[in-house]
């Protein structure tokens, strides 16, 4: 326990030393948000195993390292080593990058984007736009639901802000990178996003968080995500930290009448990953898609929360979620639907399945179903299981090696969640990253390549 | 030199013994057929030369060319010639049959000491060889054999027969539940296959398909056992009298037939 309040006193010191660096700058009602954010996170502290939505992970690793926040100029980053994390085939509309959490304007590129459409970082925004932050930060993502959004809001400083005006159809997507450059003392980030979509819009942004020689760090990422009537939404979260990091982000959607939600989420570095998505479909005739992949290895460990939340009738929504486990992996899928009373109709319908490479792997699945309204349809399933014997004798029958049928027999079970990606570049470069990690792998990123 | 050489043996599943001394051998350019009730060891013979690991050997060989094959792995076995058609072709989402096909090409080229082809040439082997099963082209792009009829997926064995040019192949009730023209299809595909260099076991339980697929030999498996040989008539023999002649027991609706 004394180790708990200790570390509770690092964060509060840091706290501190923000604030001093801060100075009275800033709207006042940004202050209280953060100090209602510590002061929660002060009295509950991390979660622990007892807590229910944390039963299967334990976050101590996270609660033991005293991290400290990068001051600024934080995290140099040349625009050569931004070139490799930058993804193949991809033209975004607009890039915002962070380094260590620091927004960085040289390698930012916002040039090219049409009207109707803002994309800047959350610290200018707050000069030049602080009604519409105002109007929706904090709202969907409320520091009373979770230590670690508290957390975040105690620390709110920077993250991206994306705005579209009503009737904006952008189809290039909107990257908001984030890097983490190699320090001295492990560095906490705790980026704070708004996207907020007019009505009748599309739109679709990619979060990206990589690693550029960054070991241990912790990323602890909030995205309010408001989408308006009658618009579409594609989100990614494109999870590519140094595997000794944490990546802690939340997802919170607020969706309104006749929209369609997409979030895509491919977890793939990260000592410990907790992915939290929360669409709360508050329209009717709301869709919304949940699919995510994630591929732990050695003693990786990744955690998808989802709640869905049907608040309207007529909505329906998609909860496709895929593992694939290495060696002593774990990982764990939480399928939460809520449907309010009165949200009839409903539809949701969920699936975890889960593919053990290892027989040390493991994976806790746990479907929770809350429903308060009588004209219903809610399905889930969840499986665990092993590559198909008869599959890899078959490929073996026909001369190809163990390996390389292992290798595309697993790429063939990711293959249904790279494809809902409507991003191909998204798909193709987890697809890479997936064999990458496969023993004859190469071998069949190449044969992918040549048909 | 025998191409294939199946010597004594004996092999269990899950502790049952099913073939109990099996001996044939067969030359390179021949077909041979074996032909038998249901349960006499017909497909266990087909998985134990493909190599699958379910199916123990208790005793005795198989022979290719002189080397054992007992010893090595599906894929091994592949590589070196060793081909089966499934009786059950696998279904395998996700991963399309283009790319499966292009694997199985290169690996056994590979071992063959060939250059693997590229997108091109093998993109014009695939075009020659098709027209042998009059297999629809679209099926290329499907992920392998799912959603295939009956007739397509064996098609399928007979095209990837084709393009691997194997030495040896086994043939596991590849004319089972097929209609006529599909069964025509497939043994033309086989027949074009026919070499002087290669050898057939072919597995059926219907004559009819011996008429399509002419034997050099017709064998008969009965309990784990070939009780008779002797040239293509035997097959309609045994269309007519069923196996009575080696059963101890009544003949089986379905193999008297």
């Known amino acids: ?111 090219a984007l049409p009207v109707g459409v803002s994309v800047q970082s959350v610290a200018q925004a707050l000069d030049a736009d602080p009604a519409t932050i105002q109007s929706h930060m904090g709202l969907a993502a409320e520091a009373e639901s979770d230590p670690f959004i508290a957390l975040n809001a105690a620390f709110l400083e920077d993250g991206a802000f994306v705005r579209f005006a009503d009737n904006t159809t ?29 009505r009748s819009c599309e739109a679709t942004v990619i979060e990206h968080y990589a690693s550029a020689g960054g070991e241990v760090y912790l990323t602890n990422a909030v995205t309010e995500l408001v989408v308006g009537d009658n618009s579409t939404v594609h989100h990614y979260v494109l999870e590519l930290e140094s595997e000794q990091a944490f990546n802690l982000q939340t997802l919170k959607i607020r969706q309104g009448r006749d929209t369609t939600v997409n979030s895509h989420t491919a977890l793939l570095g990260g000592a410990i990953v907790r992915n939290n998505v929360h669409p709360i479909m508050d329209g009717e005739n709301g869709h919304c898609l949940l699919n995510g ?20 009738p007529h909505c329906d929504s998609r909860q496709f979620y895929k593992g694939i486990l290495a060696d002593r992996a774990g990982a764990v899928f939480s399928g939460r639907i809520k449907v309010h009373p009165g949200a009839q109709k409903t539809d949701a319908k969920q699936t975890n ?16 179903l809350e429903i308060y309204a009588d004209d219903v349809k809610c399905t889930h399933g969840a499986t ?8 890899m004798y078959y490929l073996q029958a026909r001369g190809i090696s163990a390996d390389a049928a292992r290798a595309m027999l697993t790429y063939a079970f990711a293959a249904e969640s790279l494809e809902r990606m409507n991003v191909p570049a998204i798909g193709e470069l987890v697809g890479r990253e997936l064999l990458s990690r496969l023993p004859r792998g190469r071998l069949l990123a190449h044969l992918l390549e040549s048909v | 030199m025998s191409l294939i050489e199946i010597k004594n043996l004996h092999v269990n599943i899950e502790g049952k013994q099913i073939l109990k001394g099996l001996n044939l051998a067969i030359n390179p350019g021949e077909v041979h057929s074996i032909m038998g009730p249901n349960g006499s060891g017909k497909s266990t013979l087909a998985q134990v030369i493909a190599g699958n690991t379910a199916f123990e050997v208790t005793e005795g060989d198989v022979l290719l060319e002189g080397e ?21 072709p696998v279904e395998i989402p996700g991963v399309s049959n283009m790319i499966f096909l292009k694997a199985a090409v290169n690996a056994v080229r590979a071992a063959r000491g060939l250059e693997e082809l590229d997108a091109m040439d093998f993109l014009a082997l695939v075009k020659q060889k098709i027209t042998l099963v009059e297999m629809d082209e679209g099926l290329l792009k ?113 193999s008297a037939r």
């Open chain 1, 1 to 111: 326990m004394t180790d708990v309040i200790d570390i509770q006193d690092t964060y509060a010191e840091s706290f501190a030393r923000l604030s001093a660096r801060r100075g009275r700058s800033g709207p006042a009602w940004v202050q209280a948000l953060r100090e209602a954010g510590l002061e929660h996170f002060r009295r509950v502290g991390f979660p622990t195993l007892r807590d229910e939505d944390w039963r299967f992970t334990n976050v101590k690793p996270i609660a033991q390292t005293p991290f400290v926040l990068p001051e600024p100029p934080a995290g140099k980053l040349g625009a050569d080593a931004l070139q490799p994390l930058l993804i193949a085939g991809l033209q975004p509309a607009a890039r915002l990058v962070f380094v260590d959490g620091c927004y960085s304007t040289e390698l930012s590129d916002t040039s």
């Open chain 1, 170 to 198: 952008l189809k290039r997507p909107i990257v908001l990178l984030s890097v983490a450059t190699r320090r001295a003392q492990a560095a906490m980030t705790h980026p704070r996003n708004l996207i907020v979509v007019g």
């Open chain 1, 293 to 312: 992949l994630y591929v732990p290895r050695g003693r990786q460990h990744m955690d998808s929360f989802m709640f869905v939340e049907h608040a309207r």
């Open chain 1, 353 to 368: 399945q889960n593919l053990l490479l290892s027989g040390e792997a493991t994976v806790d699945t746990k479907p929770q």
């Open chain 1, 384 to 391: 665990v299981g092993e590559l198909d014997e008869q599959a």
């Open chain 2, 68 to 88: 054992s094959l007992l010893g090595l792995s599906a894929d091994e076995r592949a590589v070196k010639g060793v081909f089966m058609a499934f009786q059950y």
């Open chain 2, 142 to 254: 499907r992920s392998v054999n799912e959603g295939f009829s009956g007739g397509e997926k064996k098609r399928n064995e007979v095209f990837q027969l084709a393009l691997l040019e194997p030495r040896f192949a086994v043939l596991d009730e590849t004319d089972s539940g097929l209609d006529i023209d599909a069964l025509r299809i497939v043994a033309a595909g086989v027949n074009a296959m026919r070499a002087k260099d290669r050898g057939f076991l072919v597995i059926t339980h219907y004559q009819r398909l011996l008429n399509y697929i002419v034997p050099d030999f017709v064998h008969v498996l009965v309990d784990g056992r070939i009780v008779e040989s002797g040239d293509k008539s035997l097959a309609l023999h045994l269309e007519d009298k069923g196996y009575a002649d080696w059963l101890q027991t009544e003949p089986q609706p379905a």
